[in-house]
C-alpha cells in the first residue's frame, strides 16, 4: 500500500511470544526498495527541495529545541528519532552508528549539532559516500561491520532484517563496554494493529519482515545478554492518518495522501491535533504503535 502496487503476503503470528512475521520472504526485495523509496529518495525541483529543507528543519527542531519553522514543522510531521538521541546526553566525539541510515539524514542532522564520529550504513544503498572526514554512509549491512560504538542505533530498520538473531547479535558485537543501543520499531502490542490489522500502516508488507511484541523483542535481548535499560512509546499521528487511508484504498505515495499533497494537513488541521492527542494518550497508557528501546550490555 506504500506505492499501491497492490501485491499480497501471507503472515502468521507467534501463538508465544505474539510476533507478527512474514511467511514467505521476497526472493528479490529490490523491487520493494525504489528510488522513490523514502529514505533514499533524491530532492529535484523547487518543491521537493522546500520539502527537504522543511524536514531538516524539523529534525534539528527535534534535537535543539530551536527554530520557529521546525516547530511548525514537527507539529504537523513529527519526528521523535533524534529527540531520543538527545535525551542520551551523549558526549559530542562519541562514535554514533546508525544502521539502515538511508541517505545518513538523522546523521547529518547530528553533524551540524557538533557530533564529529558518525557512521551510517545500509545494504540498499546504491554506493558509499562521504559528507566529510567525520561523517560516513556506506552501503553495508550490519552483520560485515567492524569496530565499536558507543551509540548504536536502529529507527525504523530492525524490522526490515530478515534474521532477527543475528541482528542482535551483531548490535552487542559492536557495542563499546559502556555503550547504548537506541532500537526503534512499530510494535503489534499496540492499539492500531488491534483496530487496523491489515490496513495498519505500520505492517508496510512486505518490507516488515517482523513486526515485534514487546516479549519477542524481550526474547531476543535476552539471547545476547543486552538489558533492557528503558522502553518509551512514540508513535505519532501517522498511525491513524495512514491506517485510514489504507482503509479507503489510498496508498501512501498517491497524489490523494496526506504524505504527497501536505497542504491538505493544513485544512484538516483540527482533525489532525485531536489524532495527536490520541496518540500521546495512547503512548501514556503503553499502547502506541511505535517504540523506543533502550539497551545495554549486562556487566
Not at 548504536?152 to 547479535?169: G, I, P, T, Y
Request: glycine residues 8%.
Amino acid at each position: 500500500m506504500m506505492f499501491g502496487t497492490g501485491d499480497k503476503f501471507d503472515y502468521f503470528q507467534c501463538s508465544k511470544c505474539g510476533c507478527l512475521q512474514i511467511l514467505e520472504m521476497p526472493v528479490d526485495m529490490s523491487k520493494y526498495y525504489p528510488a522513490g523509496y523514502y529514505s533514499f529518495a533524491e530532492t529535484h525541483g523547487w518543491m521537493a527541495n522546500l520539502k527537504e529543507r522543511a524536514l531538516f528543519r524539523r529534525d534539528r527542531f527535534a534535537y535543539s529545541g530551536r527554530g520557529i519553522l521546525g516547530r511548525i514543522v514537527f507539529g504537523f510531521s513529527p519526528n521523535p528519532a533524534l529527540i531520543h538521541v538527545r535525551d542520551l546526553g551523549l558526549p559530542l566525539d562519541a562514535r554514533v552508528l546508525d544502521v539502515g541510515s538511508g541517505d545518513g539524514r538523522n546523521i547529518r542532522v547530528l553533524a551540524r549539532c557538533g557530533y564529529t564520529c558518525l557512521t551510517g550504513i545500509d545494504p540498499y544503498l546504491s554506493g558509499d559516500a562521504e559528507f566529510g572526514p567525520n561523517l560516513k554512509v556506506w552501503k553495508r549491512s550490519m552483520e560485515a561491520l567492524q569496530g565499536e560504538f558507543d551509540l548504536v542505533m536502529l529507527h525504523h530498520s530492525l524490522e526490515h532484517m530478515s534474521d532477527q538473531r543475528l541482528a542482535f547479535a551483531s548490535i552487542a558485537r559492536l557495542l563499546a563496554p559502556r555503550g547504548i543501543s537506541l532500537i526503534r520499531v512499530p510494535t503489534v502490542s499496540s492499539y492500531a494493529w488491534e483496530r487496523y490489522r491489515i490496513h495498519w500502516v505500520g505492517l508496510d508488507a512486505p518490507r516488515h519482515f517482523f513486526l515485534h511484541s514487546i516479549q519477542s523483542l524481550r526474547t531476543l535481548a535476552d539471547e545476547v545478554n543486552l538489558r533492557i535499560k528503558s522502553i518509551t512509546w512514540d508513535s505519532t499521528v501517522f498511525q491513524f492518518w495512514a491506517s485510514d487511508q489504507y482503509e479507503k484504498g489510498i496508498p501512501l505515495n498517491s497524489t490523494d495522501s496526506l504524505l504527497m499533497n501536505p497542504v491538505k494537513l493544513v485544512f484538516r488541521y483540527g482533525k489532525i491535533k485531536e489524532m495527536g492527542k490520541r496518540a500521546a494518550i495512547l503512548n501514556n497508557e503503553g499502547r502506541g504503535d511505535q517504540i523506543a528501546m533502550l539497551l545495554a550490555k549486562e556487566s
